[in-house]
């Protein structure tokens, strides 16, 4: 099983749209989460931290889930610049520093 | 404010060869993680390095090593190149001072993109 799993996409709406991701993690230790987007052969860029009372950022909504080890990501509104790539980040660690495992990522194709 | 910076952008070698990649951090930043990710996968996390030792280290052989130096920018050394070690190498950094405004969010580099032929 792989540490932190992301639905495979790809996902293909229309504008407007709202489109929902998910992804479960296997290291119930973690403690740091995030969601990333990516864009065709450009570095990772934060979209947002991820914390259990659940976090808003305009049309971005996430929310994680410790009992589940589930992580969600929902977007709103889909606009045409929001097609990418979204990677769940999940950060295990100490005081020493913390490792980072990302999934592999669910690609987003929103259509005019 | 600089954001994080990498060089070479694009780096060709042949099997076998040795090649450095470089990393400065973000200002204010004093942590450096290395990323390895191939075409159509999630980065895989290499190792990170804070106060100039390697703090944590994924699932990569000693052919990886690394260092960071005392302005917190940091170097990736990968010896004996194969060529399924062609991808885009990502760096980024973090803040780590244990006095209490520790943060994992992390900013990435553009990357380097490394072909072995």
């Known amino acids: 099983r792989k540490e932190v799993e992301q639905d495979p996409g790809p996902f293909n709406v229309p504008e407007g749209a709202t489109v929902a991701f998910n992804c479960t993690y296997s290291?119930?230790?973690?403690?740091?989460f995030f969601w990333y987007r990516q864009d065709c052969r450009k570095e990772p860029k934060l979209l947002m931290s991820?914390?259990?009372s659940g976090n808003e950022d305009g049309r971005f909504t996430a929310q994680l889930n410790r009992a589940s080890q589930y992580i969600s990501l929902l977007i709103r509104d889909s606009k045409l610049s929001d097609s990418a790539t979204y990677l769940c980040?999940?950060?295990?660690?100490?005081?020493?520093?913390?490792?980072?495992?990302f999934g592999a990522g669910t690609r987003l194709f929103v259509k005019a | 404010d600089a954001g994080v910076t990498q060089s070479p952008t694009h780096l060709i070698k042949t099997r076998g060869q040795q090649v450095t990649l470089r990393c400065s951090p973000k200002s204010g930043h004093d942590t450096v993680s290395w990323y390895q990710q191939a075409l159509g996968q999630g980065p895989q996390f290499i190792f990170q390095y804070y106060e100039e030792e390697e703090r944590q280290r994924g699932n990569f052989p000693d052919r990886f090593s690394g260092h960071q130096f005392p302005n917190y920018s940091s170097e990736l050394n990968v010896n004996a190149l194969l060529l399924g070690d062609s991808a885009l190498y990502l760096c980024a950094s973090s803040l780590t001072r244990l006095t209490g405004l520790r943060s994992d969010t992390q900013y990435f580099g553009p990357g380097t993109r490394l072909t072995v032929l």
């Open positions: 991820v914390y259990s």
């Open positions: 290291n119930s230790a973690s403690q740091s």
């Open positions: 980040v999940v950060n295990t660690g100490n005081t020493g520093g913390f490792k980072t495992i």
